[in-house]
């Protein structure tokens, strides 16, 4: 089953516009993660927000975390037609634990329109 | 440094056959972790090895085995294919195994069932 669920499923916006990406999880966890695929190829690792941290910035991206709330969002600031991907979040299945089977989310569709 | 390489890229297999597909990690990655991936869903979690030896199983019938190499290279087979097996077949690598370690994933094998 799925660990997260983003919101919303699918975002169109035009080159220059911020895109906002929220992701809900259901367990405690250490950190959360958010990935990039690009259509039929890999994930691509963008940021990792530990659980002790409230918000994290990476170049465009910043990502806020509330635990009480158990929800993270993903901001990406003037966003380019090269951004155009799905986003997922991800958090490890076992807290704490020895291995790292990452629970995905459904993932957000973004479209970044020229 | 080459990422992690996946092979093969596609491939077409008939109902009741089987597949192998092999998996490179980045060089110093000691944990490998595939994942399945079906259109329009997250990545599922299948299996996880760290120094070839199994660290975690995803809900996922015993078709599906894998296995992993002195060179910490993997491969995954399933057996007596069903159409729903029909998926990118993601493999990720990471330095160790554990809630801390992100994944570096490659382009993924694309089966197709007929």
């Known amino acids: 089953s799925q660990q997260g669920e983003e919101d919303p499923q699918a975002l169109s916006i035009q080159e220059g516009e911020n895109a906002t990406m929220n992701c809900s999880y259901k367990?405690?966890?250490?950190?959360l993660q958010w990935y990039r695929q690009n259509s039929g190829r890999g994930l691509v690792h963008l940021i990792l927000?530990?659980?002790?941290?409230r918000e994290k910035h990476s170049g465009r991206l910043r990502v806020t975390l509330d635990t009480s709330k158990k929800s993270s969002s993903l901001l990406i600031t003037a966003s380019r037609a090269a951004d155009t991907a799905s986003y997922f979040c991800?958090?490890?299945?076992?807290?704490?634990?020895?291995?790292?089977?990452?629970?995905f989310g459904t993932g957000t569709l973004l479209a970044v329109q020229p | 440094d080459a990422g992690v390489t996946q092979s093969p890229t596609h491939l077409i297999k008939t109902r009741g056959q089987q597949v192998t597909l092999r998996c490179s990690p980045i060089s110093g990655h000691k944990s490998v972790s595939w994942y399945q991936q079906v259109l329009g869903q997250g990545p599922q979690f299948i299996f996880q090895y760290y120094e070839k030896e199994e660290r975690g199983r995803g809900n996922f019938p015993d078709r599906f085995s894998a296995r992993q190499f002195p060179n910490y290279s993997s491969e995954l087979n399933v057996n007596a294919l069903l159409l729903g097996d029909s998926a990118l077949y993601l493999c990720?690598?990471?330095?160790?195994?554990?809630?801390?370690?992100?994944?570096?994933f490659g382009n993924g094998t694309r089966l197709t069932v007929t």
């Open positions: 927000i530990r659980s002790n941290e």
């Open positions: 991800a958090t490890y299945s076992n807290y704490g634990g020895a291995t790292n089977k990452l629970i």
């Open positions: 367990t405690s966890i250490n950190n």
């Open positions: 990720a690598s990471s330095l160790a195994s554990g809630n801390n370690s992100p994944l570096h």
